[in-house]
């Protein structure tokens, strides 16, 4: 029972670091900061003027989707792969446990 809940337990701690990976590009992304508008600007334009387009952003303003999009798919395929190792290691104990369960059956079948 304890070897479950190790592996369990592990398998929570992998992807709780992989999630604080996620987290932490997404902060790097996020942490840079913004240059300040004058004061009279931002009076001046109302809401329906204020769309600019992107390739005319300072580029402390500009967050590209790219990286968070790797990052994201990364953090899936990854997840995925634990999973899936997870559950094959589960299966190939209870092979073995059916393997010996079946040789114990025969050798008690022998006996009489």
């Known amino acids: 029972m304890s070897r479950v809940l190790m592996r369990s337990a592990g398998a929570w701690i992998v992807a709780a670091g992989l999630m604080a990976a996620g987290g932490s590009v997404l902060l790097a992304q996020a942490a840079a900061p913004a240059a300040p508008a004058p004061a009279g600007q931002a009076a001046q334009q109302d809401p329906a003027d204020q769309f600019v387009p992107m390739k005319s952003l300072p580029q402390q303003d500009q967050l590209p989707a ?33 393997r010996e369960l079946s040789s114990r059956v025969s050798e008690g079948a022998q006996r009489p």
């Open 66 to 98: 790219a990286p968070l999009l790797v990052a994201a798919y990364a953090f899936v395929w990854v997840a995925l792969l634990v999973y899936v190792w997870t559950i094959w290691r589960r299966l190939m104990k209870v092979e073995r446990e059916i």
